[in-house]
């Protein structure tokens, strides 16, 4: 562990006979090195004279050769003459070095372990938490889009047998002689009305691509969802943005927001806005009124068309809005 920066090694450990009998061999400068090397590396590991990573993984021969810049049959001669002196112990667990807590300050060491392990367990806590948030979401996107198709389904199923009995009707009403009515074969027939399912990853992907100032988010989830939902139905019943789709209302609203120096926060003033103050609906309406616009118009240049930022919005669309919002707010005063 990188906690442990220091070991005890004793004065007199060049005074033992075993040090003194592997010192007299023709590689005994460089065992000795490398027996300096593994007590380091067993006071770095901490796991109680183990020589191991992360308490788990046991160094082999070739590691320990490439750490201590040796070459791998040094390192094996260093640990067979190590293992016959009864210095170590060749373990499934790792090289387990004999006697090394009972010079090491066992207390000290023990504490650093369980701080690191306290540690460890956070970490893996945290990297659950984090899965288990990812997986909600995934979760919460795969029943949103299961809900939009099995919607489209059942209106697809629903408009085909109207459409059955509307034809059966005007067969009989054709077919009376009380009716005389003509039809122009040119008159095209007229298709059902279907929802259109809501695109949501490109409504969080314009809110984080616009709103740079802002807070991002993670997701968006079945409760931010409906607020949206709540938002575009006000919008249709007040026919503000009238003829935009759900995305290019969401992308306008956005844009009003990042080009407001108090929204955004730019002018200091404010800095609470984010993405689900932004869907309430009451804030939206205020949004689209211009209630939070720069003084002079700094972002009359909002684009109508849902992404592009090049062209200005339609002046005959403007009035539109302001006449259903000025229908909302007499409605509020009733």
């Not at 650093?112 to 306290?118: A, D, G, P, S, V």
């Not at 460890?120 to 909600?136: F, G, S, T, V, Y």
């Not at 969401?250 to 993405?275: H, T, Y």
């Not at 949004?287 to 972002?299: H, M, S, T």
Request: charged share 30%; glycine share 6%.
């Amino acid at each position: 562990m990188a906690d442990i920066t220091w070991i005890k090694l004793r004065i007199d450990m060049f005074d033992d006979e075993k040090i003194k009998l592997i010192q007299a061999l023709p590689d005994g400068d460089t065992i000795l090195v490398i027996w300096i090397r593994i007590l380091a590396l067993a006071g770095k590991c901490n796991a109680n004279g183990y020589l191991c990573i992360d308490d788990e993984f046991p160094y082999s021969d070739e590691m320990l050769a490439t750490i201590f810049n040796k070459t791998l049959p040094q390192v094996r001669l260093a640990l067979d003459t190590f293992s016959r002196f009864g210095m170590i112990e060749k373990t499934q667990k790792g090289v387990y070095i004999s006697n090394f807590m009972e010079h090491q300050n066992a207390d000290g060491m023990e504490r650093i372990r369980e701080q690191n392990r306290l540690r460890k367990q956070r970490q893996r806590e945290r990297q659950n938490q984090i899965k288990a948030h990812e997986q909600l979401l995934l979760s919460d996107m795969s029943r949103d889009t299961s809900r939009d198709t099995s919607q489209d389904v059942h209106e697809n199923v629903t408009g085909s047998h109207a459409t059955e009995r509307e034809e059966e009707i005007d067969n009989n009403i054709l077919n009376s002689n009380e009716f005389n009515i003509s039809q122009n074969p040119d008159d095209p027939e007229p298709e059902p009305a279907r929802r259109t399912p809501i695109d949501w990853k490109r409504i969080l992907s314009d809110y984080l691509a616009i709103c740079v100032d802002l807070p991002g988010i993670r997701g968006l989830t079945e409760g931010r969802k409906t607020k949206v939902r709540t938002l575009l139905k006000e919008f249709k019943a007040l026919k503000i943005m009238d003829g935009l789709t759900p995305e290019e209302i969401m992308n306008r609203i956005f844009r009003e927001v990042q080009e407001s120096d108090f929204l955004s926060g730019r002018s200091g003033k404010w800095s609470a806005c984010n993405f689900d103050w932004i869907i309430n609906k009451t804030n939206a309406i205020k949004i689209v009124e211009g209630n939070y616009r720069n003084k002079g118009g700094a972002n009359n240049g909002i684009s109508g068309n849902g992404g592009n930022s090049g062209g200005s919005v339609p002046s005959n669309s403007r009035t539109a809005e302001n006449e259903a919002l000025e229908r909302f707010r007499r409605n509020k005063n009733v």
